[in-house]
């Protein structure tokens, strides 16, 4: 079946701006997580999203926000972008079953965001 | 707080040879931890994980509690495994799902 696809897979933006990325995960999977990949700071989570609902929120400004549509497509979205913000951001789809051992992330290319 | 902690940034060893990728972690409770590895652009990939307890790509890993560790091995490295290797770690139960990720570790295998 497909893998997890992500759109735009780079992006150009200016300061100040907001911008938009989409995920569109593995057919079945039921949840999606995001993750910002920098060279200073590595792979951090930013937040997770189950059945439309946001499951888990990682230590980020509320400038970064997220949302699941009902076919299980995510988006997140940055506003008021800062320099700082330049990054891969990668999304990770998963079934998102319940209670036992976390089920295995499949990851998506990324999209590389340029803030100038 | 959970922690991964890769020590080495970089690591190359010759084709042949073993290799051995550290990975320590500090968690209160039980952890799932796994390896995910990224090959030269490609997306990163899931490569094993403790519970599983599989040999991939003659690739394993044991979960040592004691030392809170989980140790990348193989044991005659092979030039298709030069890549960057991730340590991770997850709650092992309960519906919270995020990862988190150490620092990765860069792995050469010289001919």
């Known amino acids: 079946k497909a893998g997890v696809t992500q759109t735009p897979r780079y992006l150009i933006k200016t300061r100040g701006q907001q911008v938009t990325l989409s995920c569109s995960p593995i057919?079945?999977?039921?949840?999606v997580s995001w993750y910002q990949q920098t060279p200073g700071q590595g792979l951090q989570f930013l937040f997770e999203?189950?059945?439309?609902?946001?499951?888990n929120k990682g230590n980020f400004p509320g400038r970064f926000s997220g949302r699941q549509f009902s076919n299980s497509r995510s988006e997140m979205n940055v506003s008021t972008l800062e320099l700082g913000d330049s990054a891969l951001y990668l999304c990770?789809?998963?079934?998102?079953?319940?209670?036992?051992?976390?089920?295995?992330?499949?990851f998506g290319p990324g999209t590389r965001l340029t803030v100038l | 707080a959970q922690r991964v902690t890769q020590p080495e940034k970089l690591l190359s060893v010759f084709k042949g040879a073993p290799v051995e990728l550290k990975c320590n972690y500090s968690?209160?409770?039980?952890?799932?931890l796994f390896w995910y590895v990224q090959y030269s652009r490609q997306r990163l990939q899931l490569l094993l994980r403790?519970?599983s307890r599989e040999s991939i790509k003659g690739f394993t890993a044991d979960l040592n509690k004691g030392e809170t560790s989980f140790h990348l091995k193989k044991p005659f490295a092979q030039e298709e495994d030069s890549a960057m290797y991730y340590c991770?770690?997850?709650?092992?139960?309960?519906?919270?799902?995020?990862?988190?990720f150490g620092s990765g570790t860069q792995l050469t295998v010289l001919p």
């Open positions: 990770a789809s998963h079934r998102g079953q319940r209670g036992g051992s976390p089920d295995t992330q499949y």
């Open positions: 057919s079945g999977h039921r949840s």
């Open positions: 999203y189950f059945s439309e609902t946001q499951r």
């Open positions: 968690y209160s409770g039980s952890p799932e």
């Open positions: 403790h519970i």
């Open positions: 991770a770690l997850g709650p092992s139960s309960g519906s919270a799902r995020q990862l988190t």
